[in-house]
């Protein structure tokens, strides 16, 4: 299950299942960025009945894959599976 907290307070509870999820590119205050953004689809699997994006902005496709994939083992494989992946999303040490 994917639990969504909205800013007014309620919660959007959907199944993993029933969102189709894509890295979207647009341009904002901070320039070209990347996201993933999960669309919660319709029984007749056409209509977009909301959408939400994943706690991740990058400059790059490339840059926001590995956050998406953590996020994809952690709910299709568990948590144990998503650990392999920490290595790829984790900030390098401060100097």
């Known amino acids: 299950m994917i ?5 007014d307070g309620t ?6 299942d029933d969102v ?5 590119k647009e341009r ?3 320039g070209e960025t990347w996201n993933v953004r999960g669309h919660i689809i319709d029984a007749d699997r056409k209509t977009v009945k909301e959408t939400f994006s994943l706690s991740i ?6 840059e926001i894959e ?3 994939e953590f996020y994809r083992r952690y709910m299709e494989n568990g948590p144990q599976m998503a650990l392999g992946n920490l290595e790829l999303i ?6």
Not at 3 to 7: D, G, L, Q, S, V
Not at 11 to 16: M, Q
Not at 57 to 62: C, L, P, V
């Open 20 to 24: 189709f999820f894509t890295c979207t």
């Open 11 to 16: 919660v959007l509870k959907t199944k993993w």
């Open 57 to 62: 902005i990058g400059t790059s496709r490339e």
């Open 90 to 95: 984790c900030l390098p040490p401060l100097d």
């Open 28 to 30: 904002d205050i901070w």
């Open 66 to 68: 590995p956050h998406w």
């Open 3 to 7: 639990y969504i907290f909205r800013t």
